[in-house]
């Protein structure tokens, strides 16, 4: 299995400030990456595939960026919206694994 | 409207069998894969298996392998996800998911199911 380590686990933000979220590889996932938020008591949704395309309805404000076993998400203008869990995942190689989440709350 | 809905809560006692669904609708439901992943309470996303309903390939996570069975009826576009003999660490909500087209992140989820199980 790929293990996808995501950084730091909680991170405090002001609304408006951007926010920037780590996720590794431990070996590499090529392009083939995926960011999802969660908010409590939904369904996770789509943000990003192949590392770096917005899905459909994705604001602007969500970029990719990143290849093989880095990856890095970025939030600019946070809004209250955006406050929730984020997680990556690869799907370069069977299983296709998440990564632990980051928790973004407002500070 | 793409969409996939999943059956409704569940509460079960351990040993006791369990076939969950997935009905998706909106879409030609056998030309994606769709896959089943676990959330145990407060705790993150874990990638269980998938199935590709066209043809009921199927392909599951060690860590789930023998654990779980995934099925596909795509005359009802339907997936099911089941145990034959429940754990109390069973306890968690299950996603269905399908993969995009062109790619294969989870571009479209289930509400999930809740499953409860204890004694």
């Known amino acids: 299995d790929i293990v996808m380590t995501q950084s730091p686990a909680t991170l405090s933000v002001s609304p408006g400030e951007r926010a920037t979220l780590s996720c590794r590889a431990a070996r590499s996932a090529t392009t083939n990456l995926a960011w999802y938020h969660q908010k409590p008591g939904q369904a996770p949704r789509l943000l990003i595939y192949g590392a770096s395309t917005r899905a459909p309805g994705i604001p602007a404000r969500f970029s990719g960026s990143g290849s093989r076993t880095e990856f890095t998400l970025t939030i600019d203008s946070l809004q209250s919206e955006d406050f929730a869990v984020y997680y990556c995942q690869q799907y370069n190689n069977w299983p296709f694994t998440f990564g632990g989440g980051t928790k973004v709350e407002i500070k | 409207e793409v969409q996939l809905v999943q059956s409704g809560a569940e509460i079960k006692k351990p040993g006791e069998s369990l076939k969950i669904s997935c009905k998706g609708s909106?879409?030609?439901?056998?030309?994606?894969?769709i896959g089943w992943v676990r959330q145990m309470p407060g705790k993150g996303l874990e990638w269980m298996g998938i199935i590709y309903p066209a043809d009921s390939d199927t392909r599951y996570s060690p860590s789930f392998q023998g654990q779980v069975t995934i099925s596909a009826d795509k005359s009802i576009s339907t997936a099911y996800l089941q145990w034959s003999s429940l754990k109390a660490s069973d306890t968690a909500i299950y996603y269905c998911?399908?993969?995009?087209?062109?790619?294969?992140?989870?571009?479209?989820w289930g509400q999930g199911t809740m499953v409860t199980v204890s004694s």
């Open positions: 998911a399908r993969h995009g087209l062109t790619h294969d992140a989870f571009d479209v």
């Open positions: 909106g879409y030609r439901f056998p030309g994606y894969w």
